[in-house]
């Protein structure tokens, strides 16, 4: 892996980390401190280097199967509210716009996670090179 997606990768673990930590304080904790730390976990051992094609896919599946399942309160909370509604205190006990928020932070972390996807290095059946 080259220097600059291991620096992205670092940077990924930490934001990872940081929407972890902002979660300790919800009514439903544990499922969103876990999926963030595994993010963190995933983008922290990319940094090291020790990468896994399989662990990152399977983490991002589940983090935009889980948000997907989400996205129907995302058009609920722009019909009724201005975009900047979805950060303030009165939002939290909106339940879409709960579930709106929950959805968009999934996102992030299914983006990050693509970001740093490994390739594959198997040889590819056109690649004249694996012929040989």
Known sequence: MSLPRRVLAAVFALVALAM?????????????VAIYLAGAVVSAAGALG???????????????????????????????????FIGSE?????????????CLGLLILVVMLAAQLPRDRRPH???????R
């Open 90 to 102: 009165a939002s939290v006990s909106i339940d879409y716009m709960e579930r709106s928020r929950e």
């Open 50 to 84: 020790w990468q896994s094609r399989r662990v990152t896919l399977v983490l991002l599946l589940v983090a935009a199967v889980w948000s997907a399942w989400l996205s129907p309160a995302v058009p609920r909370w722009l019909a009724n509210h201005p975009l900047a």
């Open 125 to 131: 059946s056109g690649n004249r090179l694996a012929r």
């Open 20 to 32: 972890a930590l902002v979660q300790l304080n919800d009514p439903d904790p544990i499922e969103w």
